[in-house]
């Protein structure tokens, strides 16, 4: 048993050694290096990133959509150096069921780290916020009552959780809507700007294929806000694939899902989940670790597939 | 055009000779109707339907999706529709009822009621 244990736990050291690549930041210019060069894991304060766990989901191509969470789960805890916090970037579940919330709640708190979530829109599909706020934001202190968006600061950095999700409009995109902006700049006001602000939120916040709903309505006037900050890291999910950009002293990243992949934009007819070979159902999942680095406030971002 | 009009008298000089048949046909086509959603697509995008018709939406998509009203406040609104699940609502009134996916704002349709 002790053998198996330990042979898996070497397994799961090269395949995150094998496959992981890093992602760091500098002079507004991202650079990929595999992780076995890279110097992330030494750094002071690191935190890590999953979405889209989609429990409930059971389709092709992922009919044990909570055994895939709970690879990702054990991928982090098995990180040399244990993060200081989980962001969850929503579609939790698949249908806001309270059974799919019992079981991500479940699977996710076996990993014992301090978890901050944000709704995606699968999550909030049944009586609004209310029950992803009691389930998955308990004790938070809401930016307003019910609109499951809230703040926190940790290690010196700003976080931000918005949610771009709830009263979509037809033929809109996401949306953060004039209350969720308002109490925005209250939050930001009086900061300084040099403190590194970390945004996570389900739906990305910069435009990636509008004919598919990919992007925020109003996101422009949330990054207007935060345009003083010389770093900010903006973290997504819902496109359930890695893709980045930086825009200045912005940095967006999207983050894999644990459940299933989707097409890039534009390549298939549809957003509907990609079909894959099993064999090859792990190297499209996955889940993110990041790294502040304190001599230049840049944040390292290092994106590992399951498999 | 022309070959269109022919096939049409053709179909109406049948239907004539079927008699009670037709009626009945008729009376439930005027009763039922059904939209589908395939590849996140209302299909018919545009449905119309005369009042009094009960219009029933499939949803055989692999991704859950809603069937809600545009109206403020919406007029209907389904609960999420999983795979093969199907919501109905009866058009009572003339009118044009514009409805999109609340999961998925982008897919849009719309019934007239005649």
């Known amino acids: ?307 | 055009m022309r070959t269109h009009l022919t096939r049409r008298g053709v179909v109406a000089a049948t239907a004539a000779g079927l008699g009670l048949a037709l009626i009945t046909v008729r009376a439930k086509a005027a009763a039922n109707a059904s939209v589908t959603i395939d590849n996140f697509t209302f299909s018919p995008q545009t449905l119309t339907v005369a009042a009094g018709t009960k219009v029933t939406f499939t949803n055989q998509d692999d991704i859950p999706h809603t069937i809600t009203s545009d109206a403020s406040p919406p007029l209907f609104k389904s609960p999420p529709l999983d795979t093969d699940d199907t919501f109905a609502f009866t058009f009572a009134t003339p009118g044009t009822y514009a409805y999109f996916c609340s999961l998925h704002p982008h897919m849009q349709g719309s019934v007239i009621v005649q």
């Open chain 1, 1 to 307: 048993m002790a053998e198996l244990k330990s042979r898996r736990a070497a397994l799961e050291c090269m395949l995150w050694a094998g496959t992981g690549v890093v992602w760091t930041v500098a002079g507004g210019i991202p650079r990929g290096r595999l992780i076995g060069t890279a110097e992330a894991a030494t750094r002071d304060f690191s935190f890590v990133q999953i979405s889209d766990s989609h429990i409930g989901f059971s389709h092709d191509p992922n009919m044990d959509v909570p055994g895939t969470l709970k690879s990702g789960i054990d991928l982090l805890k098995a990180m040399p150096k244990r993060p200081s916090l989980m962001l969850h970037t929503g579609d939790v579940s698949h249908l806001s069921k309270p059974s799919e919330f019992d079981t991500a709640a479940q699977i996710i708190g076996t990993a014992g780290f301090e978890t901050h979530y944000v709704p995606g829109e699968h999550d909030v599909l049944i009586d609004e916020t209310a029950p992803f706020i009691e389930r998955f934001q308990k004790g938070v202190k809401q930016g307003n009552a019910g609109g499951a968006y809230y703040s926190f600061d940790n290690s010196g950095v700003h976080f931000i959780g918005l949610n771009n999700v709830s009263n979509l409009k037809a033929g809109g995109l996401g949306q953060l809507g004039d209350a969720q902006l308002a109490w925005l700049q209250d939050d930001v006001s009086g900061r300084s700007a040099s403190q590194p602000i970390v945004v996570f939120a389900h739906i990305p916040l910069w435009t990636v294929y509008a004919p598919w709903g990919w992007g925020t309505d109003d996101s422009a006037r949330a990054l207007a806000l935060l345009s003083r900050f010389g770093s900010v890291t903006v973290l997504n999910g819902h496109i359930h694939q890695v893709l980045q950009k930086v825009e200045g002293k912005v940095a967006f990243h999207t983050a894999r899902s644990t459940a299933f992949p989707q097409p890039a934009p534009g390549t298939a007819p549809s957003a509907g989940p990609m079909k894959v070979d099993p064999g090859q159902l792990r190297s499209v999942l996955g889940v993110a670790s990041i790294t502040v680095v304190p001599t230049d406030a840049h944040l390292a971002i290092i994106d590992t597939p399951l498999a």
